[in-house]
DNA sequence: CAGTTTATGTCAGCCTTGTTGACTTTCCAA
DNA sequence: TTGGAAAGTCAACAAGGCTGACATAAACTG
């Protein structure tokens, strides 16, 4: 729990006397430890289907956003094309994504999940979000928005600027 | 289990109530975003020396703990000691880390950060803390407070007795 | 229309960092 | 004295990043 009730009343004027750097280390270890077992039961299931992270990422785009181009994709994810291209292809031929050409614009690839997919998406998703869930629960509302709060901060603007697109976006 | 049809109307019972799916893909998506600033900064620094990831990592937990065993890191990192070796190896024949026989059990590895190791480690950090410190102090020593709890949450059991070790430890 | 830019795909090759398996050396402890 | 734990090493492999080069089709621009 956090020691502020032991007359380390935090001056919150300005002053920033609890941001030692201990305290960041250990805001730095617990980003670490967290993101382990945030990718912890996704990373166990994907082993099965004979994928990997970067598979579980671009199916969680394309759900998140049905028909996105090839090129926005590659904006959120933030690899190259020729690393999106292997995953892709291998999610395209297993049939788990369809990639239709663009109306008015016949160049672009727009990218939607198969049944088969969502049924992927939605066992990774269900687990991911299990565990998040779970926290959330446990630590409570108040919490959860401070959670939000500091992680949109952490955010390069760029990616912020994505992030803050799905608020409004869906 | 996630009544996806009607959607926005979580299970009652409890006061779950702001537990939507959506906003739980919310949650795992700034996870996601945060993530890659989180680990921008030293990402950058680390190609300057030629090192990775890893590495850092490395860096980070010897000189959290120093004399820590080989062993002991295994467990921290979570990953294989043919993994570690390597990167061990590269550290300490490039003098950043320092392994000494250890005095009880001759068998173990303590791991210490020379001059340059430190130094290395302070850069790191410093970029790595200067980017948590910024998002502290836009987000509010109560949004702290949550994000801790909520990442405490996720973590898995093992890994939160880690985290948790180091609270009391140093 | 010709030329350029854009979106995408693909081949080849490289790097880091993870994995397994097999084997050795050291050395504590029963 | 011997079994087994701790540590190191070698080999091989895979995922998933990267760069560079090149191809194609479509859109855009002068």
Redesign the interface.
């Known amino acids: 729990m ?1 020691d ?1 009730g032991t007359g380390q009343t ?1 001056i ?1 004027g300005e002053s ?1 006397l ?2 030692t ?1 201990d305290q ?15 990718t ?1 039961d996704p990373d166990r299931i994907l082993q099965d289907y004979a994928y990997g992270r970067a598979h579980h ?1 671009a199916v ?1 785009f394309i759900k ?1 956003s049905p028909g996105t181009t090839v090129n926005n994709l590659l904006d959120i994810l ?1 690899v190259t094309k020729q690393s999106l291209n292997r995953v892709l292809r291998a999610l395209i031929e297993d049939g788990l994504v369809e990639s239709r050409v663009g109306k008015q614009d016949r160049r672009e690839r727009h990218l939607y999940l198969t049944e088969t997919g969502q049924e992927l998406e939605k066992e990774l ?2 687990a ?2 299990g ?26 603007p760029e ?2 600027r ?2 803050q697109a ?2 409004e976006g ?1």
Not at 24 to 32: S, T
Not at 135 to 154: C, H, S, T
């Open positions: 956090s502020r935090p919150s920033l609890f941001l750097d960041l280390r250990r805001g730095i270890e617990a980003m670490f430890f967290a993101y382990r077992g945030f912890a990422r969680h998140r933030g998703s269900e991911q979000r565990r998040m869930r779970a926290a959330y629960r446990d630590a409570g509302p108040e919490a959860v928005a401070g959670f939000r709060q500091v992680l949109e901060q952490i955010m390069d990616m912020r994505h992030f799905f608020k869906t």
